[in-house]
Structure formats: C-alpha cells, structure tokens
RNA sequence: GCGCCCUUAGCUCAGUUGGCAGAGCAGCUGACUCUUAAUCAGCGGGUCCGGGGUUCGAAUCCCUGAGGGCGCACCA
C-alpha cells in the first residue's frame, strides 16, 4: 500500500469530525508570486491564497507556516485567539508537510521584516495520506532533499513537489515550444498533425517500435521514426510551409541524450534550400534563446553558449582537414590505415562515406562546444537529400551542433522521383550488408507523391528535448522529459519466483 | 548487449575485523503569541532491495535475481 498509515488514521479522525478535506473548490485572488510582487499594493489588504504546507513552526499560541505554489513561497501567521477551537486544533494537530491549504487573510510583514499573510481563516485542500519529503532550506542550501535519480524520475511529482526548479524546468521546456511556435507561425507556416500509428515507416534510419492492429486482423503497423514522409506530402499537395511538433519512437539505446520517445519540431518550406535553412535555424534559435532565456548568450554547466547569429558553418571534410585528416583527398585504402593510425574502430560495412562519417564523429563532433552548422555529409547514408552542387560524393545537408550534440539535422531535399527511387534501391541493398540485416521497406506512395511533381525544398528536423536541454543547463535527457522510459520494477509480490522468468528466456532465446 | 559501482527508517546518510540496527531531519506527546533549517524536553519508528548459501552468528562474505548510476557498444 502506498499510504502512510499515520497519516490515513489522521484523515479518518478529521473526516470523523466533519471536517471538508477534499472540497470541490476554493476562490484564490492571487498566486503567492503575484501578492509578492504587488506587495505595495496589497499591504493591510485581504487576499485568499493556496498552497502546500512547506514548512510548519510552531510557537505554542501562534504558528507560523510557509505554503508554496508554482514558483512561489510565502509565509502565513496564524494566531489561536483568531480562530475556533476546532480549526485550531486542525492547525494544531492536523497538518502535515504536503497538505494543500486555502488561506484567506491579511497581507503584513512580521517585525522580522518578512512580507507574510495573517491568516482569518485556514481551510484544508488536500489532506496528504503520504508522507511527502518536503525538504529544509536556507539560503542555496536543502536539508533532505530528495536526491535518489530513479525516483525523481519515476515519481515526477515527488519531484515536482519537493524541487521548484524542476517544476521550472518544466515551464520553460512549455515556453520555448510556445515561441517555437509564435516564430514559425509568425512566417506563415501552417502546423500539420502527422500520424503517430502507420503502416510503414520511414524518414530516418532507426529500428521502429512495432505493433498489431485488432481491427485490421492484427497487421501489423509501426510507431513513428519520423513525420518526414507525410510533411513531404504536404508539400506536394500545395502546402508551401507546413511544420509539426510531434513525438518520434525510435527503439534504440537510452542513454543522457537519447530516449526512446523523444520530441522533434519538422519544418519543409518550398521554393527553399538548406542555405536558406541555416539563416532560419540560428534565427529561430537565437529569438527563441532571447526570449526564454532573456539573451542569446546562455550558461550551460561551465560554459558559456552563444547564440548571436551567424553561426560557424563548416564541412564534414574542412574540419576534418583543420583536424589535420585530408579525408578528400584519400581513398578508401588510405583511409582505412588512417583508422588504424588513430586506432578507431573501423565502420562495418567499411567504405569511403561510412570511414568519413566515422572520422568526423569519433574525432571532432564531440570537440565542438559553440553553435556550429556542419554541412555536407558523404552521400549513400543519406537517401532524402540533394545531391551536393559540385561533388557527387557529398549530399546538401547540415547539422546544427552545440556542446557536441546534434541539435538537428536539415537538407535541400531530394525532389526527383527517380533519383528518389534509386536512392530507396540503394538504401535497402545497404541495409541488407549490415549485421542487424535491417531493411527499410519501399514506401511506393511517397515515390507516387513526389512523382506528382514536388518543389524544391528546405527541409529542417529539430530535436526539441536537446534544444531544451542546452536552454536550461541540463546534462540529461531525463531532465526535460515528464516522464522519461523506466524499466518496470518486477516481483514486488516476493516470493522465490525471481530466477523462473530470467531462465525461461534464455530457454527461448536458444 | 558488456564492464564497474550502488540499493540500510518517510527523506539524507553512518554502520569498524562477521558479534544486540544507528544519527540528523520528518512523525508523535508536552512547553512556548513575531518564528523562519524556530527552540527546548520526552517517545515511537526497519522485509538492511528479493531469493539461496557459508557460519555458532550475516546489513557485512559467496551465488543468484530485480532496479538504478557511470562508462563502452548501439543510435545518420
């Protein structure tokens, strides 16, 4: 059972004593923030606040109590003379940290000098029956602060309740995406909803979630690696600027940037390329900086982010080269000994664009700190992108790099329907050489779409947890997602049936 | 998936060489009408992550399972 004990006898004992723990409403006039900052105006006047009870200090014949909300905290004086002996003893014996209470008072400040409400009357919310481990604090210091990582993410509101920041976390997480949102609508693009269920899938190279439809006989159907390919058929219908904001389930490692379930902004825009694409990302991510965070100049751990456009544009092949690798000048002999020099492990299947693609992340991804646009990437892996102008080798594509993570990804996207199906043919012969053996099925209509006449486009991917992430100082992914992917705890029941299921699997797997 | 580490009261953590399970905060009882990590006096509180083993004796040592953390691998 999830209920302190103590705590369910106390609510059995006021309940029992007819008293409202759980009532339908309350009428506040002012969040604790809002009678802080109007504190001039609102001196000697009545207020009705609400809060949880943070912390209680009891002082015999008169009681002093902090309560919090959303992002703030005030202290509430509460006399015994003032009250009725039953609401007196609620306050003297009923309360615990946790509890949501109505106060309805006067605004004053104690001779200590701290701006306080004096309670008329005290009325109980939400009787907590769990204990809820409200922490201690003075100054930047916390007494008993809830600190294990696996229940601050299991239990989100254990940390929200007990931590403001993460609530803050959260809201700017709320903010950034709604100014996402005011800039691109404020260009004309026309938000789109994509499906999250479909019966291929496509737009990126990842392993899918995989699932069965009852109402289809149980076919089989997927979860969204990407709204890449539907985005697409906007376009070619006639939509000239359309983006999305969507959950993408990618069935791959978990680790401090990687969650299964992750939030990813798309934007295509006709008439466009990825040139024009780079002038609109650190445009976007700049305002949007500005505007959450006050400047395009943020603080992320001990370093020191900037925004300010323009930013650093750079090739996969220069800063290979300023790395001292003249990976474009060398064959795919050369550069295998240059792995070997360096002792990286060698892409498999080995070739020119996998030993590049290679180089660059095992060497420099991870050195580049500033916002840095990385452009032009080896061809093969890239089957949705345009060629690069002047060297086949290469595809027009960018990636938006900060503190060596991608932040996103963009391409002059490939608008011919026979290249694109070349492309498609390529990919599967590709997939099939590697030793997961994965293969992207052939999607027919996005071939039959673009064959339908698609213009040229700029197409832009945003990871909207990692742009989050660099935006309020967080190391992990786990931060800025309510509810990041948790391993179900098993056998809670006891018993001796531990080892059972651990063999059964491995008797299945051979 | 592989390696290393962690799991003790509601929370944060001690726990020696294998020898009665501990502290602070929270809680309970009492005192206190301007306190603010309130203070003071007293009290209660445990599946030492689960299961098995070694031992006269296990929180401690061994095996095994679960969950978590870090690193590696995977992930354009």
Same mark, same amino acid.
């Given at each position: 059972?999830?209920? %302190? ?20 409403? /309350? $009428? ?9 900052? =109007? ?12 809060? !949880? ?17 959303? %992002? ?11 009250? %009725? $002996? ?24 104690? !001779? ?31 007494? =008993? ?27 700017? !997480?709320? &903010? ?14 026309? *938000? ?14 990842? &392993? ?58 798309? /934007? ?21 900086? *500005? ?53 990286? *492990? ?50 027009? &594509?960018? $990636? ?22 070349? !492309? ?14 994965? =293969? ?25 947890? &990692? ?25 809670? =029941? ?9 063999? %059964? ?6």
């Amino acid at each position: 059972m999830p209920f %302190d004990p103590e705590l369910l006898k106390k609510r059995e004992e006021l309940l029992a004593r007819n008293l409202e723990l759980y009532p339908y409403s /309350w $009428e506040r006039s002012h969040t604790l923030l809002e009678v802080r900052e =109007n504190e001039k105006k609102l001196m000697d006047k009545d207020v009705r606040v609400a809060g !949880r009870l943070l912390a209680y200090r009891g002082k015999g014949k008169m009681i002093f109590i902090d309560l919090g909300d959303l %992002d703030g905290r005030m202290q509430v004086m509460l006399r015994k003379n003032e009250f %009725d $002996e039953g609401i007196w003893e609620l306050i003297r014996h009923g309360l615990d940290l946790g509890d949501w209470l109505g106060i309805s008072g006067t605004v004053f400040v104690t !001779r200590m000098g701290e701006l306080s409400v004096h309670a008329k009357s005290l009325e109980m919310l939400a009787k907590t029956v769990v204990r809820v481990p409200i922490p201690k604090s003075k100054d930047d210091q916390d007494w =008993n602060k809830l600190a294990d990582p696996e229940t601050l993410c299991r239990e989100r509101y254990l940390h929200w309740t007990t931590d403001p920041a993460a609530r803050q976390k959260m809201v700017q !997480r709320a &903010r950034i995406i709604s100014e996402i949102r005011s800039f691109l609508d404020g260009r004309g693009f026309l *938000e789109v909803t994509t499906p999250t269920i479909e019966m291929n899938y496509g737009g990126a190279e990842a &392993r899918p979630f995989e699932t069965a439809i009852h109402a289809l006989s149980g076919h089989s159907a997927f979860l969204r690696i990407s709204p890449e390919l539907p985005l697409k058929r906007f376009i070619v219908g006639g939509f000239p600027r359309v983006y999305t904001i969507c959950q993408n389930f990618r069935n791959e490692g978990i680790d401090r940037s990687h969650n299964p379930e992750f939030t990813m902004l798309e /934007w295509y825009e006709a008439f466009t390329d990825y040139n024009f694409q780079m002038d609109q990302v650190e445009q976007l991510v700049s305002c949007v900086a *500005e505007k959450v965070c006050g400047s395009m100049k943020i603080v992320y751990g001990d370093k020191e982010i900037d925004f300010t456009p323009p930013w650093k544009r750079t090739t996969i092949l220069g800063s290979l080269e300023e790395a001292g690798i003249d990976a474009g000048g060398m064959d795919e002999a050369a550069l295998r000994e240059e792995y070997k020099k360096r002792d990286i *492990e060698p892409p498999r299947p080995f070739s020119w664009v996998h030993a590049v693609a290679g180089l660059f992340e095992a060497r420099i991804e991870h050195t580049i700190e500033q916002p840095t646009f990385v452009c032009d990437h080896p061809v093969a892996i890239y089957p949705l992108t345009k060629k690069k102008r002047g060297d086949d080798r290469l595809v027009e &594509r960018f $990636e938006p790099i900060v503190m060596g993570m991608e932040i996103g990804n963009a391409y002059s996207e490939l608008t011919d329907p026979v290249e694109q199906q070349e !492309r498609f043919v390529a990919q599967q012969s590709l997939g099939a050489d590697k030793d997961g053996g994965e =293969n992207h099925p052939m999607d027919t209509d996005f071939l039959k779409a673009m064959g339908c006449g698609m213009p040229p486009t700029g197409g832009v991917g945003v990871g909207i947890d &990692r742009l989050v992430m660099l935006l309020t100082d967080s190391h992990s992914i786990r931060e800025v997602i309510a509810f990041p992917l948790m391993r179900t705890r098993e056998a809670e =029941n006891g018993g001796d049936d531990g080892a059972d299921p651990a063999e %059964d699997t491995e008797e299945q797997a051979s």
